[in-house]
């Protein structure tokens, strides 16, 4: 592959490759982010990696792996800086320089203090020139989540909503609210995170596996995570008699013996929590408990209940609204039209509307 244009498009050309690489396995890399490399030589890309799964290797080691040719004098162009501490495995700067790359461009700078505006120096006295900067701005809305949980330790958290014509989340009558098409893209949004959070009521009603049911994606389906004060969850729910094929973990207050044997017998994990004064789970510790797991994107799949409680602390950083083409009238309830009002100052940005076939798709992301 080469491309013939100015100097300034063809590195953002081969970030953007590197970009894609990326986004190959976002949130499905534990506590690592998310990078894309991608090596060049006389304007062909001779090889390309991502973060492995869980984490390593890391998008650079790969592309030196995946290299068949000669890559002495080539260009690395990676979406972060890349690290230069001691881990598990060694540096990517020691392998980069010992690989005889010519020129390394990264976009941003990492925010782990282990590596942070670390690799300049190593590169330069090794004589590898170094260009920092390219495509910072679509690189730092990439990676939004990494950045937030690095600066608070709390893991970025995207909720999904599906609400009919008259905006209501609720169908009296019947399953679905939303079309096929809507569902699909669900699904696709389920395996860019590590884990999907719901509510023992939400799993009660809707009985959904949360699981990414699409051919060849299904090994990405994330850890399901459930709220569950008095492990009211039915042993007979989708989620429990498929926890032997994906984790589940399921946080819970109330003692029950009974239940909580069963329960493990079936693999699944149990968080006892305490409560707060108001009887409830304190959302906030329970996310950072999460975040100890190594999870670090949460996909927020539940009632408007639950949903409402994390606009309301600030927990939830996006929101993606599926709006049906058909209302429900009197066969609707749950309203979240008045939610989306009474938090509308809180919205930093609204993406455009995605047409689904009927349906529409909104973006609402949070201050």
Not at 255 to 268: A, F, P, S, Y
Not at 276 to 298: C, M
Request: include cysteine.
């Amino acid at each position: 592959m080469s491309i013939n244009q100015n100097k300034y498009s063809r590195h953002n050309f081969f970030m953007k490759l590197a970009l894609l690489q990326a986004k190959k396995n976002l949130g499905n890399t534990s506590d690592n982010p998310a990078v894309g490399c991608v090596i060049v030589k006389n304007n062909f890309v001779m090889s390309s990696g991502c973060t492995g799964i869980n984490g390593r290797p890391h998008a650079e080691q790969n592309a030196l792996i995946y290299s068949r040719n000669d890559i002495k004098k080539s260009n690395l162009y990676v979406t972060l800086e890349p690290c230069s501490n001691y881990g598990k495995t060694s540096p990517c700067v020691k392998s980069i320089i010992k690989s005889k790359i010519n020129k390394v461009f990264f976009s941003l700078k990492d925010p782990d203090t282990r590596s942070n505006n670390k690799c300049t120096k190593q590169f330069k006295k090794n004589r590898v020139k170094v260009n920092c900067g390219i495509l910072s701005s679509e690189m730092k809305n990439f990676y939004r989540s990494y950045y937030k949980s690095k600066a608070c330790g709390l893991p970025f958290v995207t909720a999904k909503m599906a609400v009919s014509k008259d905006y209501y989340t609720k169908n009296n009558k019947g399953k679905w609210i939303t079309n096929e098409f809507s569902r699909g893209r669900v699904h696709l949004m389920r395996q860019n995170h590590d884990c999907v959070l719901s509510s023992s009521k939400t799993i009660s009603d809707d009985n959904s596996s949360l699981t990414c049911r699409i051919m060849g994606l299904e090994k990405r389906s994330p850890i399901r995570i459930i709220l569950d004060k008095k492990l009211e969850i039915s042993t007979r729910s989708t989620i429990v008699k498929t926890a032997y094929k994906y984790r589940t973990i399921i946080f819970f207050n109330k003692n029950n013996k009974k239940k909580i044997k069963t329960l493990k017998n079936l693999k699944i994990i149990l968080v006892k929590t305490s409560l707060k004064d108001d009887g409830n789970f304190d959302i906030k510790k329970i996310l950072f408990k999460i975040k100890k797991f190594g999870f670090s994107r949460i996909f927020l799949e539940s009632g408007l209940k639950l949903t409402t409680y994390f606009l309301t602390e600030g927990l939830i950083d996006d929101l993606h609204l599926f709006i049906s083409s058909k209302k429900l009238g009197n066969n609707g309830s749950n309203n979240f039209k008045k939610v989306i009002k009474l938090f509308s100052k809180n919205i930093k940005f609204v993406n455009e509307k995605v047409n689904l076939h009927g349906d529409k798709l909104i973006t609402y992301r949070f201050v």
